[in-house]
Structure formats: C-alpha cells, structure tokens
C-alpha cells in the first residue's frame, strides 16, 4: 500500500497532462476563432464556410470560440490575475450566446440584431448580406452552458462545480459529434435545428474541442483515481454508434455499440461517469431516431425497439454505477486499514491456512527484527521459540481439520523469538478471517517485556511490604505492652511520691521551717505535672491506632458545645466566642472534633494579651493563601491575641512545646496542638496557620471525604 506522499507524486503527471491538454485546447480555440475573424475581416469565403456551399461561423462565433478559449487557458493557472481574466472572457462568451438565444426565442430566425451588433463596424454590409447566417441556435446553447459551467467552476464548491462541468462537458461533446455525424451522413438534421442557422463544420469540430478542453479540466480539479484510459476511445465510440444509427433503421445495432460504451465508465475513477455516457447515449439515441425519415410501417417498432435499447443502457449503467460506488467503499476501506496497520504500535501479522506469512506491518518489523521481505512467504514458526515452535503446525492442522478453537479469539501469554535469537515475552491475539472458502488469520502482537518486569517488581515490592506490615504489627504489639508498663509502672511511683509528700504536709508542716514547706508542695505539683505527662504520652500514642467513630455531625452544635463548657473561663477572661457565618455539616468523629475546637478555642483565650479576647470561628468554601496557594471547605479559628512568630509556626504543633506559659498554666503539658493536628489527619485533613505578632492568629483546617458510618482503620 501507498502512503499518501507516494500517491501525491504519482498523481502529479496526471495533472500535468490534463491541465497542458487544457491549455492546448484553450489555445487551439483561440487560433480557430481568431482564423475565422481573419476570414471575416479580410472577406475571405473559404475561411468562414471551409467547403464551399456548406454553413459558415459566424462573426460571434468566431468570437465565443476566442473568449472561451482564453476563459479556458487563464481558469487552469492558479494566480488570482488568471482567474479574473477567466471570469470576464467567460462571462461575456456566456452574454453573447443568452442574448442570441432570446433572440431566437422572441423574435424568431429572420433577425440577427445580435450577429451584427459588432461586425456590422467591421465588416461591410454586403458581404455580411452574401454569407447570410448567424449563431445557430445548438451552437449558441454549447457556447452557454459551457461557459456557465467554466464561472461556476471558479466560484462553487470543488466536488459540486466539477461534476456540473463534467457532465457539461459530455453534454458538449455529445452536441459538437451530432454535427459532425450529419456531415458525414449529409444528414441535416444532425447539424441544422430546424428552420434556424446552421452549425458549420469547423464549429463543430471546434466544439468537440472544447468538450474534451472542459472534461480534462475537470479532471485536473480531481485528478485522483479518474479517467485511465484515452478520452479519444468513448468519443470514437459515439461517433461511430451515432453513424451506424443514422443508416439502421429499428435502431437496433447502435445499442450494441452503446454498450461498450457505457463499459468504459470502468477505467474511470468517477462513479458517475455510467450515468453520464447512458445520458449521453440516450441522447444519441433520440437524435438519431430524429434524424432519418421513418417508415410508416416500423414507426412504432423503432420507436419499442430505441426504448428497449435506452432501458438496458441504463440498467447497464446503474449496475456499473453501483459496482463502482461499492469497488471505492471497499478501497477507501483497505486504505484506511492499510492506515491503520502502519500506525499502529503493536505488530499485525497476517497468516494464510498453512501458517505462511502474508502481511509484515512495521511495528512487527520492529519488534522482531526481520524486514517483510525476509518474512513474507515463510512459516511464522520463525518467529516462535520452542515449545510453540513443534507445537504451531499441529495446532493449525487440528483447528482446520475439526474448527475447534483454542487461542482464536483470545488473548494468550506467549514466547517470540527475535532475528537475534533473542526470546522475550508477548501477548497474542488471534482472530480468522473467512473470503469466501479460504480463512486467513491476523495475528495481533503486542511485547510486553517491560510489563513482565513490571510484574516481578511488583511482586518483590509486595514481599517487602509484607515483611515490612509484620515488622509495624510487631512493633505496634510492643508499643502497646510499652504503653500498658508505662500507664502502671511509672504511675505506681508517681503516686506514691504524691501521696507522701501530701502526708508530710498533713502532718509536719507545723513542724517544717517555711523553705521545706515550698519544697514538699513543689514536690506535689511536680508529680501530678509527671502523670499528666505520661497520661497524655500514653494518648497520643493510642490516637494514631484506634479507629474513628464518624458520622453525619453538624459542626455549629459542637462548637456550641465547647463553648457552654468553658462559661467560667470565658467571665474570668471577659473573652467572646463568635460563630462567623454557618458552619456546614461534615462526616467526623465528633468527640475528637470536639477536642480539636476545645483545644484551639482554649488557647486563644490563654495566651491572649487583650483585655477582651475575642475568638471567631468560621468556613470557607474556597480559602486562597498569601502564597497563592487554593484549598477548598476550609474551618478557621481566629484570635485576636498576641500573635505567634513565623519561625515557630512549625515548632508549635510538636509535643510538649511550650513557647510560654500561660497566666493560668501551670496544668498544662503542651500536648494539646500535637492532639488537634493528629486528630486532623486521622481525618485526611491538614492544619496551617496565618499569624501577625500584635494582631492575633487565625488557624485553618480541612476534613477529608468519609462516607458515614466508616470507620477508620487504626
């Protein structure tokens, strides 16, 4: 198959020929019509008429043929300058044949007002009155439609203005061979439309001319797959029907000759082209019939025997017209999938019954390393290793002999073996195609080496994450013993030193000097602040493990609650806590929500240098950063307290980080943000922070998606 660039090269001699055969013809009318305006000038008779006593061109005959000519050279060149000058020759060829058919029409054959409109400066009255004459009504139609055809051509659409022409184009040759077919036959009627001007002899040979000029044209504007054979060769064949139906009476051996004729529309890339010659045919047909005196006797047998003889043109015609349309579906349908092989990236291969390669794409080449003329022709066992290699013939031979599938239809994982030997893993899949009684199978090959390492990577990185999953489940079952030892050991101690040192204040603090009495309460408070860090160690060590409780939670209720629990605090403090717009429902664990709000709530309020701290609390569907960065369903919990520096932004959220204690601190541990940021990511979310020293903190939060009722794994 041809790819497209090969196809473009060989299409462009084709081109050249019809657009010089165009030119040749443009230039050939030009010459004839300037010859005749040169008789007319110079009042030569042999010149006009060409055999004495036969029909003469016209001045505006003449004329037509030197406008069209030139219209035809200038619409075959591509610059916009030829196309213009082609648009006004044509166009004004087109005017003088109107106005001589209206004028026919209206006034009748006596008046030639259009004839003489020009020559009559030119030309002497006398001589105009002894040649006699004008535009005949069949050249004037010619010169019409033919020059229509040329301007809509230049201004249309491709494919519609070329079909027009084409079919113009036969339409004019048809006419212009009628003429000459009457000449020969000395039948006036072929050239003679009844009482009106004559057709003369060099006009039509000048007209088949300028069918044949419009025809390559139009093959020039869509040169692809067209005519493959000599347009001479359907012309000859209704010159020669056309003769043969002047002198056959039932009209009954000119159908065969119209046959072949219709024949040809095969070497012709235009499916329409049947259609054309049974048109063109049928036209000659009825001319013919027209031309000759009829017997009385036969009338009607004549007239039943051109019926049947137009009848099967036609049907003739529209099968081929059909075989054509269905020949080019097919075609356009191997180039695409002649296409489609080339392009595509796994390996096609296209085996005949007995395991004989057929069809080599690239991607095969590539993959396998032979080229299609080391491949083609040979067994595909070359491409298959052992055991495949002993086994594919006896598989072939079993499917054939029984019909019973195995891989036809499915997708095997299979061995190849490359030009170097090379064996590497591939995926195959088979399908027969039947034409007719022979079967033909297409092999689709992809290589999947690199998924095969994929595979055994995985399969490595699988047996280390196992061996890793045991190694945290063993270390989670000693962090838990660890916990259980510590949350009783270290407790045992430092109860007992608690409850001492509150039994000598009980009983020796009369006895005690003031410094003792500070040193056994400073005793006391340092082992409760011991317990409260261990409790909350051992918490923190728990939050990560244990699951979610989540549910649908509306989040106004639970800051709500918190607030109703610190009413003593938030008096002491004279501190407000503001809901700032809705608070949406979410999926969470609400007690460890609840401990995330009463954290931050409760810090903004004690390390707070404000006589009245205020504390707002609110959600963002979409929060963007100083930094530009975008999150979206964002809560916040802003403060209008001292502020926290940049550099301890991070520092903060680590356990038992304290930047300073707070008025009433003395119980805390500095755990409480190290909880909220835990608890934030068990929920898939993050936590940041915006602070300006002076001005007060705002803290920010997501929630991950969870459905309700999910809990998370611990």
């Known amino acids: 198959m041809q790819d497209g660039s090969d196809l ?31 008789g007319w000038l110079l009042q030569i008779k042999l010149i006009i008429s060409v055999v004495p006593d036969f029909p003469s061109m016209a001045f505006n005959t003449a004329l037509c043929f030197m406008l069209s000519g030139a219209g035809l050279v200038a619409s075959t060149l591509a610059a916009r300058r030829f196309r213009a000058t082609a648009a006004i020759t044509t166009g004004l060829a087109a005017a003088i044949a109107a106005a001589r058919l209206v004028e026919i029409i209206t006034l009748g054959r006596t008046f030639h007002n259009v004839d003489v409109l020009v020559s009559q400066f030119l030309i002497p009255p006398d001589f105009m009155a002894q040649i006699g004459g004008g535009m005949g009504p069949n050249t004037a139609l010619i010169f019409l439609i033919a020059n229509l055809s040329l301007l809509l051509s230049l201004r249309a659409g491709r494919s519609k203005s070329q079909v027009v022409q084409e079919l113009t184009s036969y339409i004019v040759i048809t006419l212009g061979m009628i003429a000459l077919a009457g000449y020969v036959t000395d039948a006036e009627q072929g050239y003679r439309w009844g009482v009106y001007a004559a057709m003369a002899l060099h006009t039509a040979v000048g007209v088949v ?5 419009l ?38 051996a000119n159908g065969i000759l119209y046959v072949p004729l219709v024949l040809t529309a095969l070497w012709f890339g235009n499916r329409n082209a049947p259609l054309f010659f049974a048109f063109a045919c049928t036209v000659l047909l009825m001319l013919g019939f027209f031309a000759v005196k009829h017997d009385e006797a036969a009338f009607w047998q004549e007239i039943a ?26 075609e356009n349908e191997r180039v695409r999938f002649g296409a489609l092989v080339r392009s595509t990236p796994d390996a096609v291969i296209v085996i005949d019954e007995r395991g004989t390669i057929a069809s080599f794409n ?19 066992k070359m491409l298959m290793p052992e055991p495949y290699h002993s086994e594919h013939d006896g598989y072939l031979t079993h499917y054939l002999q029984t019909g019973e599938e195995r891989i036809i239809g499915k997708t095997r994982m299979v061995s190849g073996r490359r030009k170097n030997g090379i064996v590497f893993p591939i995926d195959v899949s088979i399908s027969a195609v039947i034409t007719g009684y022979t079967k033909t199978f297409v092999g689709i090959v992809r290589d999947i ?61 009369d006895k005690l000097d003031p410094d003792g009495v500070r040193r056994l309460n400073r005793l006391v408070r340092l082992s409760q602040r011991m317990e409260k860090l261990v409790n909350d160690l051992l918490y923190f060590s728990r939050l990560g493990r244990q699951q979610l409780a989540v549910k649908r939670t509306d989040i106004s209720l639970i800051v709500k609650d918190v607030v109703a629990t610190m009413e003593l605090l938030l008096e002491e403090r004279h501190a407000k806590v503001i809901i700032d717009g809705r608070l949406p429902e ?18 903004a309020i004690k390390y707070n240098d404000k006589p009245a701290p205020l504390v707002s609390i609110g959600y963002l569907d979409r929060y963007v950063g100083e930094d530009g960065t975008v999150a979206r369903n964002v809560f916040f919990v802003k403060d209008n307290g001292k502020g926290i520096p940049e550099e301890f932004h991070e520092d903060i959220f ?14 805390g541990t500095g755990a409480g943000l190290t909880f909220v940021r835990k608890i934030i990511a068990r929920h898939n979310g993050d936590i940041w922070l915006e602070s300006e020293v002076g001005a007060g903190t705002t803290f920010y939060f997501t929630l991950g998606k969870k459905r309700e009722g999910q809990n998370a794994a611990a």
């Open 362 to 380: 690239p991607a095969a080449e590539s993959m396998f390393g032979y080229s299609p003329q080391e491949t083609i022709g040979r067994n595909i």
């Open 215 to 252: 025809l390559a044209r139009s093959w020039l504007m869509q040169p692809a797959n067209r005519a493959q054979i000599p347009l001479w060769v359907p012309a000859a064949v209704c010159f020669t029907g056309l003769l043969v139906d002047l002198y056959t009476p039932l009209g009954v």
């Open 586 to 603: 979410v999926i969470c664990d609400a007690p460890r929500l609840t401990e995330v709000f009463r954290n931050l709530i409760t810090n």
């Open 305 to 330: 025997n051109r019926a049947i003889t137009a009848a099967t043109l036609w049907l003739i015609a529209i099968l081929i017209f059909y075989f054509m349309r269905n020949t080019h579906h097919l």
């Open 8 to 38: 473009n090269l060989q299409d462009h001699p084709r081109r050249w020929r019809y657009r010089a055969f165009a030119i040749a013809v443009g230039c050939l009318m030009v010459l004839l019509g300037a010859t005749v305006l040169a």
């Open 209 to 213: 001319a300028f069918g044949s000029g």
């Open 654 to 667: 680590r356990i038992f980080k304290r930047l300073e204690k707070s008025q009433d601190s003395e119980d």
């Open 449 to 509: 080496s690199e998924r095969v390492r994929q595979e055994e990577r995985m399969k490595t990185t699988l047996a280390q994450l196992e061996a890793y999953t045991a190694d945290l489940e063993r270390s989670n079952h000693d962090l838990d013993e660890f916990a259980y030892i510590a949350s009783h050991d270290l407790k045992e101690p430092l109860r007992g030193l608690h409850n001492h040192s509150r039994f000598l204040l009980e009983d020796y603090e």
